[in-house]
């Protein structure tokens, strides 16, 4: 058995091929993301991985839609978004695969 705290990992990344991680490998990357109110990411885009979102609490926007709890955004490679947490908020983040450099501004 091994044992971690997300607060010890590095932006709440904990699966993926990057140190630290929990589990480290190319297959996916994992991470539970907290933010507060206003809390903002630049508009980029990933050309090699998929990038799937659930929205755990509270509202956020991105791709130009408010998204809130309970609702999954899939945004596939090439696809831009921008990111602004309209309430306190937690998102789930799943991307497939982990690929080192695969963010791009957009």
């Known amino acids: 058995m091994k044992h971690a705290r997300l607060e010890d990992m590095v932006k709440g990344w904990f699966v993926g091929d990057f140190a630290p991680s929990v589990l480290r490998t ?29 929205v755990l ?23 831009a978004t921008d990111f602004l947490a ?9 991307k497939l695969p982990s690929a080192a450099g695969d963010k791009y501004p957009a």
């Open 26 to 54: 190319t297959a996916c990357e994992v991470a539970v993301k907290r933010y507060k109110a206003g809390e903002a990411e630049a508009a980029h885009l990933h050309r090699v991985a998929t990038e799937v979102t659930l």
């Open 86 to 94: 309209l309430t306190d908020a937690v998102n789930v983040v799943v």
């Open 57 to 79: 609490s509270g509202r956020v926007r991105m791709l130009g839609r408010e998204w809130s709890e309970g609702d999954i955004i899939t945004i596939e490679p090439g696809e």
